[in-house]
């Protein structure tokens, strides 16, 4: 029970599972979105693009959710967008 809640409060559910083509993310940022959010990505620019607030994208990093989209360099949390996108939108 507690891995299905846990998949509620990320907002994912296995039957909503949405995949995303490199086609896709690239038409997605084309333009004004490529200014605003760069290839990598700053902890403000995450949460902006995900709709969640500064404190969640760290919550998720603590939690191990982003271990495949992020990357700690010293202080600093930087979080690749492609992936990031795709762990927004699928399992």
Known sequence: MLAR???FI??????NN???TDA???R???GRWDDEYPP???VPQAAALAGV???SIYDWSHRGLLLHCARRKGKRL???RDRFVRFLFED
Do not use: N, Q, W
């Open 18 to 20: 949405v995949r995303l």
């Open 24 to 26: 896709e993310i690239d």
């Open 40 to 42: 990598v990505l700053t």
């Open 78 to 80: 930087r979080i690749f």
């Open 10 to 15: 990320v907002g994912r559910h296995p039957k």
């Open 53 to 55: 607030s500064i404190k």
């Open 5 to 7: 809640s846990r998949a």
């Open 28 to 30: 997605a940022f084309r």
